[in-house]
């Protein structure tokens, strides 16, 4: 929106105060002596005009999901040919090799964040399916792990949808960073919560019962009718590269990484994330707006999708999000 007000329009209104005023003054010296003349005055000068400009909020709206996409785009890295991955109704989290009051607060900073996204947290004693280690010699322990039960790492060795593939499982092996996770998911039947693609332990010598049969609902284009569950995720944490971060900021950093994808190269630099920790730890204190309304998102949009069509309702709902919290 512009508006102006025109020299010409002011110089108008300026002539008719001035008429109004001397004939005002001329009743009254009807009926009063005549008083002394008065100095005449110039008119005061007009001011320069004010341009006022404003935005459609379909403009803003445009613009915030587009930086929403190169978020996702940079950071998400769910397993090729599958939706986003996400625990199913509750996770169990589990810490070793630190002390028991340091474990118990990391434990308890995912499961923080485990429970503001609907999730129940595993009751002590649960078996882990989140593990974090501790570790002084994080890259041999990497790497000894994936040696001993490869399979462990690539179920269906990395055919079948359930984690990315051997040559990002050398990196996770051969990582320098302070802290590394290898992510494994399943495809599965929301009806009955099985299984639901067919693994090499299955049995084919009967080629109409080899894997599982899905039933979809309605098929579509949009709809696959199954979900993609996380199944086991393990991070190694090099504690001697630790420096300049508390254990609030490593918590919360664990707790994105415990709950959804997330791409260890990813560039997050330009977006205000607990994932750029290590890159300026004095930035963040720990979880940030930001991180909270991605990973909600996450655990909110329609799983049965098709993951374009899941990455569309992930925009939505975090850009939802972004302008309900902007209204406050």
């Known amino acids: 929106m512009v508006s102006r007000l025109s020299k010409h329009a002011i110089g108008l209104a300026l002539a008719a105060s001035a008429l109004l005023a001397a004939a005002v003054a001329a009743q009254d010296a009807a009926r009063t002596a005549p008083a002394a003349a008065q100095p005449k005055t110039d008119a005061p000068l007009p001011q320069d005009e004010v341009v006022v400009r404003g935005r459609r909020m379909s403009e803003v709206e445009n613009e915030l999901r587009i930086y929403i996409q190169k978020f996702i785009g940079s950071v998400a890295a769910p397993v090729p040919g599958r939706g986003f ?75 079948s949808g ?7 499982l050398d990196e996770f092996a051969n990582s320098d960073k302070p802290v590394r996770w290898w992510q494994t998911s ?62 609030q900021q ?23 994330s607990i994932l750029n920790l290590f890159k300026n730890p004095a930035a963040y204190s720990g979880l940030t707006d930001w991180d909270r309304s991605y990973v909600k998102a996450l655990y909110k949009f329609d799983q049965e999708r098709n993951p374009f069509m899941q990455q569309v309702d992930l925009v939505s709902v975090m850009a939802t999000q972004q302008r309900d919290r902007a209204q406050k």
């Not at 359930?162 to 990002?168: C, I, V």
């Not at 490593?250 to 205000?272: C, E, K, M, R, W």
Request: negative net charge; hydrophobic residues 40%.
């Open 162 to 168: 359930t984690a990315l593939d051997r040559d990002k």
């Open 250 to 272: 490593l918590g919360d950093y664990l707790a994105v990484i415990s709950l959804a994808q997330v791409n260890p190269d990813g560039d997050t630099s330009a977006f205000d």
């Open 85 to 159: 991955a996400r625990w199913h109704e509750h996770v169990c989290v589990g810490v070793n090799n630190l002390q028991t009051d340091a474990a118990q607060y990391i434990v308890d900073r995912i499961s923080a964040l485990a429970l503001e996204v609907g999730l129940e947290p595993g009751e002590p004693g649960c078996t882990p399916e989140v593990l974090v280690v501790f570790a002084t010699n994080a890259k041999e322990l990497a790497t000894n792990l994936v040696k001993k039960d490869k399979r462990a790492f690539l179920p269906g060795m990395g055919l």
């Open 186 to 247: 399943m495809p599965i039947d929301p009806h009955n919560g099985q299984r639901a693609i067919r693994m090499q332990q299955d049995d084919c010598s009967d080629s109409l019962n080899c894997g599982p049969w899905i039933n979809v609902e309605g098929p579509s284009r949009i709809h696959s009718g199954t979900r993609d569950d996380f199944r086991q995720i393990i991070i190694i944490v090099d504690g001697t590269k630790l420096h300049g971060t508390t254990w």
